[in-house]
């Protein structure tokens, strides 16, 4: 990946790859999708989905496999800096912009949008964008609401409960933890169904587990939780 701008929301261990992303049955049809329109040259892809739902992953697993020719580009960031970002970025064989919904309904960032999609194309690149579906946006500047709703468009979905243990368990197993089944079941009603939640408890759970040569028992993770 050539882009600079890496996420710190994914550890080296989690994310970044496809075969470290576990869509389940909810959303196995939206990352062959995605694969599908990569391979085929897809000029614009929209990823949409809700908090945990695995847009950064799927984007940084996109430029992986593009390689050398891809970059990487959160907008998670104040707006002038987002902007000027926008405005360097040179065109690309693949550009991922993470977050790209912040910067609608502000007319010097749509513009900015929308030349940079334009050096892309014209680059014959490809360019997917993310969107945060929980609380969609308003596009003022109309050439770009085109292309927006014009690019290949990815729903990703929550995962159901079963979902959610299945991914979160392999996750963990990724990390050499083996959590107890009492694990599982106490976090389903303890813990929010959020997989970017459940993912920031992993980390807390293993970083303790470390420091204290524990296992994932339920008695310890309970004391982790719910002493702080």
């Given at each position: 990946m050539t882009g600079s701008q890496q996420p710190l929301a994914l550890s080296w261990r989690d994310g970044g790859h496809f075969d470290d992303y576990f869509p389940e049955q909810s959303n196995a049809a939206a990352v062959a999708l995605l694969r599908q329109a990569l391979n085929a040259g897809d000029c614009s892809i929209?990823?949409?989905?809700?908090?945990?739902?695995?847009?950064?992953?799927?984007?940084l697993a996109a430029a992986e496999a593009i390689g050398d020719g891809a970059s990487y580009l959160s907008l998670k960031r104040p707006r002038e800096d987002a902007?000027?970002?926008?405005?360097?970025?040179?065109?690309?064989?693949?550009?991922?912009?993470?977050?790209?919904?912040?910067?609608?309904?502000?007319?010097?960032?749509?513009?900015?949008?929308?030349?940079?999609?334009?050096?892309?194309?014209?680059?014959?690149?490809?360019?997917?964008?993310?969107?945060?579906?929980?609380?969609?946006?308003?596009?003022?500047?109309?050439d770009l609401r085109s292309r927006w709703r014009g690019a290949t468009q990815i729903q990703l979905l929550p995962l159901s409960d079963q979902e959610l243990a299945s991914a979160w368990t392999r996750r963990a197993r990724l990390r050499g933890l083996l959590p107890d089944a009492a694990v599982i079941q106490w976090m389903l009603t303890h813990r929010s169904r959020n997989f970017a939640d459940w993912m920031q408890t992993l980390e807390q759970l293993d970083s303790a587990a470390l420091a204290l040569g524990r296992r994932l028992t339920l008695p310890f993770v309970r004391e982790q939780l719910t002493s702080k």
């Open positions: 929209c990823l949409r989905g809700g908090r945990g739902t695995g847009r950064t992953h799927l984007c902007n000027a970002l926008l405005q360097q970025q040179p065109a690309v064989d693949l550009l991922c912009l993470d977050d790209a919904d912040l910067m609608l309904g502000d007319p010097a960032s749509e513009k900015a949008l929308f030349d940079l999609h334009n050096r892309i194309r014209d680059h014959r690149g490809c360019l997917i964008i993310t969107e945060n579906s929980d609380h969609p946006a308003q596009i003022n500047l109309p």
